[in-house]
Nanobody
Framework: QVQLVESGGGSVQAGGSLTLACVAS???????ITWFRQAPGKEREGVAT????????YYDDSVKGRFTISQDNAKSTVYLQMNSLKPEDTAMYYC?????????????????????WGQGTQVTVSS
């Protein structure tokens, strides 16, 4: 049984930092793990992806240079280090998994290609 559990959300002032964690269980060794976020009234968007088979990473332009996605295989955890936070980063953050080998580490961007989701963790950035 696959389970994803997020933690680490909270409230910070603009310019602050938070680190989100996604503990995964029941997944194979090769997965695309993406952090998505959804703000009220907006569509869910992917912000950072890691392919666990090669640790290849991808970032949306809105977070590039500020967010870092990483994995700790020993802890079965994927992290999202978020620095220089902005009010527009306020959203519910979800980690999602799309298991399986990916040729050339090409992970999907479409949320509907992710089979497993965590419950979400709220990030609020005040100005």
């Amino acid at each position: 049984q696959v389970q994803l559990v997020e933690s680490g959300g909270g409230s910070v002032q603009a310019g602050g930092s938070l680190t989100l964690a996604c503990v995964a269980s029941g997944l194979p060794s090769d997965n695309c793990i993406t952090w998505f976020r959804q703000a009220p009234g907006k569509e869910r968007e992917g912000v950072a992806t890691i392919y666990t088979g090669s640790m290849s990473v991808y970032y949306d332009d809105s977070v590039k240079g500020r967010f870092t996605i990483s994995q700790d295989n020993a802890k079965s955890t994927v992290y999202l280090q978020m620095n220089s936070l902005k009010p527009e980063d306020t959203a519910m953050y979800y980690c999602a998994a799309s298991p399986g080998f990916r040729y050339a580490a090409t992970c999907p961007a479409n949320q509907y290609e992710y089979n497993y989701w965590g419950q979400g963790t709220q990030v609020t950035v005040s100005s």
